[in-house]
Every structure is written in structure tokens, then in C-alpha cells.
């Protein structure tokens, strides 16, 4: 408990020194951690090939998950003093205003808070002084507020009044006080030398607690309901301190937060990855594990490093999972490519080995032709499951996110006039088309490269808000998804459709859907969601690929080659010379 003479001489830049030095310790872990991670592990992964070596890499490990630890308790305890200093602030100044007051009218004040007042008269009638002690509440002071005006000496009312606010001074110093000790006093290191998904587990319930006793100070003040500029202004002025105070608090909000520049949202979510693992690990179940599946890979090749390398814009356990990784920084880069995925695509064991790699391929590719160029998978989204991807609901609920993304991409650039693609695959063509015909359009989002899209939901390649030139399509020969049927053939689909099940089985049905569909309505241009984005009616520029295996019994091979240089060298190379600035090195290919 605080007493009257504690909270007056408190000195709370003490506390906010506190803090620094706790943020200066927890900056240093986290240097410390990228120093083994990115100079030792490093070197030690190009420069040998041995078990001695991989011992090593193991080892080092552990070292850099307790440097992570470090890092995380230290800014936490740091972000509570700091927290603590802020709040303490109002009641100390009111104590101090209530005393002023007091010595100014001769009152004396007694270390309990009471305050005694001295006589007054009254029409030659003497009015004793006395003694009157506070209240915190409305009933009590209004009670003896009432008491001492019937006491008929002015000297009593205003002696009550400054006990009362002494009073709530000393109760509102106090409760603080029982809020940030109780947080503080969980933030303590778990026993031994290694830090398990149970230890972060611990972690985020000590993040939890630091929450609820410093969301006055800065969860408010947090724009979330601001444009990305916004927030990019809002970023750039806060001090260090305040910096690393937010990020140590709310490394999942802000880590996620469109126009926060990428060095700090990754740095955010590197922050927060290991406690969303405790948190799933806690949780336990199929869904979580499927999860955390994913996020450890992604967490395996944060740790061994990638060139280009990663810079991890995003991460949760909301709805089927979402995590948007960079290859390059996409604030420096003059060249800037976002990636949607579409069907079936979520947070998994194969997000990491296979989607992600779709992102770094393209980065690679285009820096090859700039290397000022960064390229991003968007998991921003629930992607549809099953027969999900024959309706539009997951592309409208994502396409707004995205359309934020976009922006957020365009605010923290550091380049007078960043080039900026925006890539959809499958049933994410659909979710980016959605995005462009959202309120405001996607006005920073130069050329559009869609890939074995389904339809995009407009009609003509200029309804994206570009014009048909900055429109790049592409669609393998043998990619069924490209041949969804429309609305206007669907009969003709389905008896094709049958007819190929009896010969080719469920791959078969798919071929004969196509071929079907095609047959059902001669010189049809549409597709599933609209008109066919490789068509002449579209008028986007298509471009050349690799037709790819054929159906039976390669099923959707060719539909999942469009980014692998291995696979399919030649759209692999269209792709990165559009995301890199250069359509006019294209292979262009006729409209079907």
C-alpha cells in the first residue's frame, strides 16, 4: 500500500529510467539473438557439412529461443514500469495540487490523509476548528461534505473537500498499485536453461496480465480503426522506448497492423511466434496442431535464414490460420508482389514447404532482373475448403483485408513510386479481383498477374481499376480450373462430367467437366466467376506458359506449376519480369 507520504515523493523518473534499462536489456537479447542466428548458425550451415555441425545448429537453438525469452520478459517488466510511471502520473499531480491548496490556506495534513482546519467567525460567533478525514467514494463524501457545511464554518467545507480528493488521490495510486504488482510479480523465469512451448505458453499468459493493467496507457492509443498512412505517422512518432514498450505488449497487434513498417512487424512477430506456439500447444486438439505444424516450419526457416531473406508481416491462429511471409523488404524494395493462394490453402505443415516457396521463387526470379525487389505470400484470408470454392463468400469476406494489405505495402515504402503487382492463383484471383471493386479501389497496385484463375468476378481486364496492359493472365493447357464451366453451360459440363467419371474416375469427371462445359456452349467466354481471364473479350495480356501434364492421372498438376522455375520455367520467368518492372520481356501466348 502507498502512503500519502510515498506517492508524494515518488519519484517516477526513477521508474521511467526503470524501464529503459529493462528495454535497453531486452533490445540486446534480442540483437544477441539475431546475431547467432544470422552470423554463427549462418556460417556455421554454409560453411559445414558435418554432425558435429548440425549439433551445433541444435544447440544454438536453445541459445537463441532463451535469447528470445530475454528478449520478451525484459520489454513486458519494461513495458509495465513504464505503464506504472504513466498512470501513477494523475493521481501524484492531484495529491500534490490538493496539499499546495492546503499549505496555501494554512490546513495541516496528517500523514493518514486528515486534514485539520482552524476556527472561523461568524457574526461575533467563534466556530471551532477540527479535524476531517476523506472519502473515495460519491456516498461518503457527499455525507460529510454535507456534515461540514452544517458545521457553519467555511473553513470545514474546504478542508473536507481537499481530504476527499487526498482521499481519491491515495485510492487511485493505490489500486494501480495492486494492478501492475500483480502482473509483475507472475513475470518470473521458468527454472533451467531451456525454454519449451509450455514456458511460452507461460509467456503469453504473463503478456495477458501485463495487458490488463496497461491497456489505459497503450491499447487506446493504438489506430486501429486508421488508414495505413495513418498509422505509418502514428509509428514514426513515438520514441524508442514507446516503440519497444508496444511491441513487447502487443506483438499480435501490431504485427498485423497494415502500415506498420515490415522491420518491425517482423520483428513484432518474431516476438509473438513462439507464444501463438505455446498458446496452440496449450490448447491442444487437430485444428491447433495443424497449426502449429505450419508455424514451426515457418519458425525452422526464420531460424536457419533464407536469401532473400524473410520478413514475417503476420501471423495468427484466427479461423484456418494466417501468416504473410516477405522474401526481401518490401519497404526498400522499388519492387513489390503480393501473393494470394486459393483453394485449400491454410496455416499447415504444406503452407510452409510448398506456398511459401511459390513467394521466394517469384522474389528470386525478379531480382534477377531488379534486385530491388521483395515478393510476399498474403495468407490474409480463409481460403475456401472443399465445395466452398464454388461460391464467392471467402473472396468478399478476405478481399477487404487484402485491399488493406495493398495499402499498407504502398504507405511504408520508402520509394517516391514503388511498383506494386498484385498476384492471384486459383480461386485467389478471385479474391484480388473482389479487392480491386472495393470502396476506393486498389489505387497503389500498378499491374495485376492472375494464374490459373477460375474467373475474377469482372467482366473486362480494365474493370480492375488499370488498364488492359497492366493485366498479365495466364493459363496452362491442361489446367483444368481454368475450364470451370459458367452458369450458361453448366448443363453440358455435367453430362461430360458423368461421362468422364465412367472412363477416368474422379479425374476423369474433372476432364469431362471442362471438355463438357466447352461443348455445352460453343465460344462461351466465361468461367466460373466471370469472364475467362485468358479470353480476347477479358483483354488482358496473356502469357505464355507450359501446358503441363495432362489430366489422367496428374489430376491438378498443371495447375500448381505457374511458379516453379523447375516445373515451368517459362511462366516462372513471365512472372518475375512483370513483378520486376519489365513486361516488355514477356512471352505472350493468344487468347483462347
Not at 486498389?442 to 473486362?460: A, C, F, N, Q, T
Not at 471438355?515 to 485468358?534: A, E, K, M
Amino acid at each position: 500500500m502507498l502512503s500519502l507520504k510515498e506517492l508524494k515523493d515518488l519519484k517516477l523518473t526513477e521508474l521511467v529510467e526503470a524501464a529503459r534499462g529493462w528495454s535497453e536489456i531486452s533490445e540486446k537479447a534480442y540483437a544477441s539473438r539475431d546475431r547467432v542466428n544470422n552470423e554463427i548458425v549462418a556460417t556455421l550451415t554454409d560453411t559445414q557439412e558435418n554432425l558435429s555441425a548440425v549439433e551445433a545448429v541444435i544447440r544454438l537453438g536453445r541459445l537463441t529461443r532463451n535469447y528470445q525469452y530475454i528478449h520478451t520478459e525484459c520489454g513486458l517488466v519494461s513495458a509495465a514500469l513504464h505503464g506504472l510511471a504513466e498512470e501513477l502520473a494523475g493521481p501524484q499531480r492531484s495529491l500534490l495540487d490538493a496539499l499546495a491548496e492546503a499549505e496555501s490556506m494554512k490546513f495541516e495534513v496528517f500523514d493518514d490523509g486528515s486534514v485539520r482546519y482552524p476556527a472561523a467567525t461568524s457574526s461575533d460567533t467563534e466556530l471551532p476548528g477540527d479535524i476531517v478525514s476523506g472519502a473515495d467514494d460519491f456516498f461518503s463524501r457527499a455525507l460529510r461534505t454535507t456534515a461540514a457545511a452544517a458545521t457553519m464554518n467555511p473553513n470545514a467545507t474546504l478542508a473536507q473537500g481537499i481530504a476527499n480528493r487526498i482521499a481519491t488521490a491515495l485510492s487511485e495510486a493505490n489500486s494501480i498499485d495492486e494492478q501492475y504488482s500483480a502482473a509483475v510479480s507472475k513475470l518470473k523465469a521458468a527454472e533451467g536453461l531451456e525454454v519449451t512451448d509450455a514456458t511460452w505458453a507461460d509467456v503469453n499468459s504473463d503478456a495477458s496480465a501485463v495487458h490488463g493493467a496497461v491497456d489505459d496507457v497503450f491499447k487506446d492509443d493504438i489506430p486501429t480503426d486508421k488508414s495505413a498512412a495513418e498509422r505509418k505517422e502514428w509509428w514514426d512518432g513515438l520514441s524508442k522506448d514507446d516503440r519497444i514498450a508496444y511491441m513487447a505488449i502487443y506483438p499480435e497487434t501490431i504485427g498485423n497492423l497494415d502500415g506498420i513498417p515490415a522491420v518491425a512487424r517482423d520483428e513484432a512477430n518474431r516476438t509473438y511466434l513462439p507464444q501463438l506456439m505455446g498458446k496452440l500447444e496449450a490448447q491442444g486438439g487437430e485444428d491447433a496442431q495443424t497449426k502449429l505444424d505450419g508455424l514451426r516450419k515457418i519458425e525452422e526457416q526464420l531460424r536457419v535464414g533464407s536469401e532473400p531473406p524473410m520478413y514475417l508481416l503476420g501471423i495468427g491462429d484466427e479461423g484456418q490460420g494466417r501468416a504473410i511471409v516477405s522474401y526481401g523488404n518490401p519497404d526498400t524494395s522499388r519492387n513489390v508482389s503480393a501473393y494470394v493462394p486459393g483453394l485449400s490453402t491454410k496455416l499447415d505443415g504444406e503452407f510452409a514447404d510448398g506456398t511459401m516457396k511459390r513467394a521466394r521463387d517469384t522474389a528470386i526470379g525478379a531480382q534477377g532482373v531488379d534486385p530491388s525487389s521483395a515478393s510476399i505470400v498474403w495468407l490474409g484470408y480463409d481460403a475456401p475448403l472443399g465445395a466452398d470454392v464454388g461460391f464467392t463468400g471467402d473472396a468478399e469476406r478476405g478481399a477487404p483485408a487484402y485491399q488493406n494489405f495493398m495499402s499498407g505495402i504502398a504507405a511504408t515504402n520508402e520509394n517516391t513510386d514503388p511498383h506494386v503487382t498484385a498476384i492471384g492463383h486459383s480461386y485467389g484471383s478471385l479474391t484480388v479481383g473482389t479487392a480491386s471493386q472495393q470502396p476506393g479501389g486498389m489505387p497503389d497496385v500498378d499491374d495485376y498477374i492472375l494464374l490459373g484463375s477460375p474467373g475474377v468476378g469482372v467482366d473486362r481486364a480494365e474493370d480492375l481499376g488499370v488498364s488492359k496492359e497492366h493485366v498479365f493472365t495466364g493459363a496452362a493447357g491442361n489446367d483444368l480450373v481454368t475450364h470451370a464451366p459458367s452458369g450458361g453451360s453448366v448443363a453440358g459440363g455435367v453430362l461430360g462430367a458423368a461421362a468422364g467419371f465412367v472412363v477416368g474416375g474422379p479425374v476423369g469427371a474433372g476432364v469431362g467437366l471442362a471438355v463438357g462445359s466447352d461443348l455445352g456452349d460453343p465460344g462461351d467466354d466465361d468461367n466460373w466467376f466471370g469472364t475467362d481471364p485468358v479470353s480476347e473479350e477479358f483483354g488482358a495480356i496473356r502469357m505464355r506458359t507450359d501446358d503441363g501434364p495432362f489430366p489422367i492421372p496428374h489430376a491438378f498438376d498443371a495447375h500448381s506449376n505457374y511458379f516453379n522455375p523447375e516445373k515451368d520455367g517459362i511462366s516462372a520467368y513471365n512472372i518475375a519480369n512483370v513483378v520486376a518492372g519489365n513486361p516488355d520481356a514477356i512471352l505472350r501466348e493468344d487468347h483462347r
